[in-house]
């Protein structure tokens, strides 16, 4: 992706809008899907590189959170969530469930296109997926972390039950094997935008994954410490 052509995927039931907001940004240089519904969402994502997700959360069918909860638990492509709601709880829910940014109906097209040019130049800072298998089923070491369930099991069969952070702190290693990340991206990439994280949180669930994923904790092999620069996940990681 280059930040001159990203291709954004518009959701929203509503015709008017998704369709005039897509010709809003090609209009100005970008490129833009409309879907109508979480279902098409889902198939366009799969088949097609998609750089943003501008997503509503009021519609038919499965809604706007459940869609942005799937788009995070399952890869790294930013959402946007429109709402008519502009309570504060509405906005700490979609954040919480992952979205980079929230904005509330009615909007100003050219201060949505500012929200989406600065979610991308934040998102295209951080480090690509290398080698970032996209199943179902993620091996590495003696582990498997299944997705659709969110759960890790051993190669005895054994489930290991992973809290929320400690899942997507795995899931972000398993996408960026032997790249080493900071802390800050580890917080960008790993924890829910807009809430109170700081660098500390991160060691705290490194030291809880090691416990459950190392042989030996104290001497870690898995996920190693690269003084002054963060961590690295130094195992293969293949698609089962």
């Known amino acids: 992706m280059t930040l001159e052509d990203p291709h954004i ?19 100005n240089g970008r490129r833009a899907s409309a879907v109508d519904s979480a279902e098409a969402a889902r198939k366009a994502i799969k088949e097609n590189r998609i750089d ?29 969530l429109l ?18 940014d929230y904005v509330v109906k009615p909007f100003n097209p050219r201060e949505l296109l500012a929200r989406i040019d600065a979610v991308l130049r934040r998102t295209h800072a951080l480090p ?13 070491d003696r582990w498997r972390l299944k997705l659709a369930e969110r759960e890790l099991v051993d ?35 790993a924890f829910d935008r807009g809430t109170d994280v700081f660098d ?5 669930q490194v030291s809880r994954l090691r416990r459950k994923i190392e042989a030996d904790a104290r001497s870690p092999k898995l996920i190693k410490t690269v003084w002054g620069g963060g961590y690295v996940f130094t195992a293969p990681v293949e698609k089962a």
Not at 57 to 73: A, F, T, V
Request: with cysteine; charged share 30%; net charge negative.
């Open 83 to 100: 709402s008519a709601r502009a309570e504060e709880l509405d906005r700490i829910i979609g954040l919480e469930v992952g979205a980079d």
């Open 155 to 189: 190669d005895e069969g054994k489930v290991e039950e992973l809290s929320t952070g400690e899942y997507r702190l795995l899931l972000t290693f398993l996408q960026r094997p032997k790249i080493v990340l900071s802390r800050e991206q580890l917080l960008d990439l």
């Open 128 to 140: 690509p997926n290398v080698e970032a298998p996209t199943g179902e089923v993620l091996a590495f």
């Open 200 to 204: 500390r949180a991160v060691d705290t």
């Open 52 to 80: 943003l997700v501008i997503l509503d959360i009021m519609m038919p069918g499965e809604d706007g959170l459940s869609l942005c909860r799937h788009i995070r638990e399952t890869n790294h492509i930013p959402v946007i």
């Open 9 to 27: 995927l518009v959701v929203d039931d509503h015709r008017e809008i998704r369709e005039s907001l897509a010709q809003f940004l090609k209009k």
